[in-house]
């Protein structure tokens, strides 16, 4: 079974300049994840679909940050402008049914904003 | 107050020592519990995970819950150099998973 993939592995970028995330979930995981994990704390969960209907999008910083996930399986996450603080590992999660939510997680992407 | 707390640590056991691990939580409609371990600069993989209240073995790994104390707790025995990583905590009601900072185990040779 092949696990979650994300692109890409690194990023560097200026502040203000806008990037954007790829996530391709496991096959027939309905639930998606992105989690914001900076150095040294806990993923934070940024937003969360179930198919391609957004859950929980509560601690998503909406001036800046937006996702989508057309047709219910890949999803992408874009940040503009990005700030310093952005610096982190965007964390792709998915998992199969809605009360197991037993995630698998994806390689990440390393962000730096310099 | 956090939704799931946990030790930050860093803990330090020597090799063969029993780790362990803490962890409580804030909602108590939480149905969930799980144990991801992460490998420094990888991501988070799951190791255990316990629904009941009891203890939960599989190889070296008892999970622990109290749902009446709003914790768990996770034990590693027999622990090896390995086993040297940032365990999280994650908790789930529904689909919701929400995850502690972690805690550092260091497993001294």
């Known amino acids: 079974e092949a696990g979650v993939a994300q692109s890409p592995r690194y990023k560097i970028i200026e502040k203000r300049q806008s990037v954007a995330f790829w996530c391709n979930p496991i096959s027939g995981h309905a639930t998606l994840y992105w989690y914001q994990q900076i150095l040294g704390q806990g993923p934070k969960l940024l937003i969360q679909f179930q198919n391609n209907g957004v859950v929980d999008d509560s601690q998503l910083p909406k001036d800046r940050f937006s996702a989508e996930r057309l047709k219910g399986v890949d999803s992408t996450l874009k940040i503009q402008p990005a700030k310093l603080e952005d610096s982190a590992v965007y964390l792709c999660?998915?998992?199969?049914?809605?009360?197991?939510?037993?995630?698998?997680f994806g390689q990440g992407t390393r962000l730096t904003v310099v | 107050q956090k939704e799931v707390e946990q030790n930050s640590g860093p803990l330090s056991v020597p090799e063969g020592a029993i780790a362990s691990l803490n962890c409580t939580y804030s909602d108590r409609g939480s149905q969930s519990f799980f144990w991801y371990r992460q490998y420094s600069g990888k991501s988070p993989e799951l190791i255990m995970f316990i629904y009941s209240n009891g203890d939960k073995e599989d190889g070296r790994f008892t999970a622990q819950l109290n749902k009446a104390s709003q914790y768990v707790s996770l034990l590693i025995r027999d622990s090896q150099p390995s086993d040297s990583a940032t365990y999280l905590c994650?908790?789930?009601?529904?689909?919701?998973?929400?995850f502690g900072a972690g805690t550092t185990v260091t497993v001294r040779a």
């Open positions: 994650a908790v789930s009601r529904g689909d919701k998973l929400s």
């Open positions: 999660a998915s998992s199969f049914w809605q009360s197991t939510t037993e995630a698998f």
